[in-house]
T-cell receptor, first 114, second 110 residues
Framework: GAGVSQSPSNKVTEKGKDVELRCDPISGHTALYWYRQSLGQGLEFLIYFQGNSAPDKSGLPSDRFSAERTGGSVSTLTIQRTQQEDSAVYLC????????????FGPGTRLTVT | GENVEQHPSTLSVQEGDSAVIKCTYSDSASNYFPWYKQELGKRPQLIIDIRSNVGEKKDQRIAVTLNKTAKHFSLHITETQPEDSAVYFCAAVGTGKLIFGQGTTLQVKP
């Protein structure tokens, strides 16, 4: 079956502009995660959606970052007024039913803020 | 808060040797411990996981051990091959979210 997909694969934007990153999870997966990975670094947790529960937003680095998940499926991560330090690969993952299950990662969106 | 420490940050071994990566966690309620492998330019993929009701799990050349008393778990790779070269992340799930370690870059020299 289809895995997790993300779009765009690459995004170059000017400092101060807003960007939207999209994630399509595996069908039937109730949990969805966003991570940020800077070059050569680890996985920085951003936000976690589980079913109809309120999302865990504790990893969002500032109020310029927000995410939503519509209809329990597709998710969009929005970064407003982008800064150069936002440049990174943004990874989305989904799992069958929460944190105790294997996470399947998407290919990521490489964001470059110039 | 919850924390996962991973060591070493880099590891270089000769092909055929064994490699061991160790992680410690702080949340005593943690009950699920996955390991992910990320090859250069690719997405992380699960290679093995262990739950708190067992102390060891093996899958061919890889194994994971868990010591709940000491709150540490380890990844063991035997008979390493060049294709094992990658970044390996441990993680732990407790009462909160999945917490990843900082990663170990493993280089297997042919």
């Amino acid at each position: 079956g289809a895995g997790v997909s993300q779009s765009p694969s690459n995004k170059v934007t000017e400092k101060g502009k807003d960007v939207e990153l999209r994630c399509d999870p595996i069908s039937g997966h109730t949990a969805l995660y966003w991570y940020r990975q800077s070059l050569g670094q680890g996985l920085e947790f951003l936000i976690y959606f589980q079913g109809n529960s309120a999302p865990d937003k504790s990893g969002l680095p500032s109020d310029r970052f927000s995410a939503e998940r519509t209809g329990g499926s597709v998710s969009t991560l929005t970064i407003q007024r982008t800064q150069q330090e936002d440049s990174a690969v943004y990874l989305c993952a989904s799992s069958l039913a929460g944190q105790n299950y294997e996470q399947y990662f998407g290919p990521g969106t490489r964001l470059t803020v110039t | 808060g919850e924390n996962v420490e991973q060591h070493p940050s880099t590891l270089s071994v000769q092909e055929g040797d064994s490699a061991v990566i160790k992680c410690t966690y702080s949340d005593s309620a943690s009950n699920y411990f996955p390991w992910y492998k990320q090859e250069l330019g690719k997405r992380p993929q699960l290679i093995i996981d262990i739950r708190s009701n067992v102390g060891e799990k093996k899958d061919q050349r890889i194994a994971v051990t868990l010591n709940k008393t000491a709150k540490h778990f380890s990844l063991h790779i035997t008979e390493t091959q060049p294709e094992d070269s990658a970044v390996y992340f441990c993680a732990a799930v407790g009462t909160g979210k999945l917490i990843f370690g900082q990663g170990t870059t493993l280089q297997v020299k042919p």
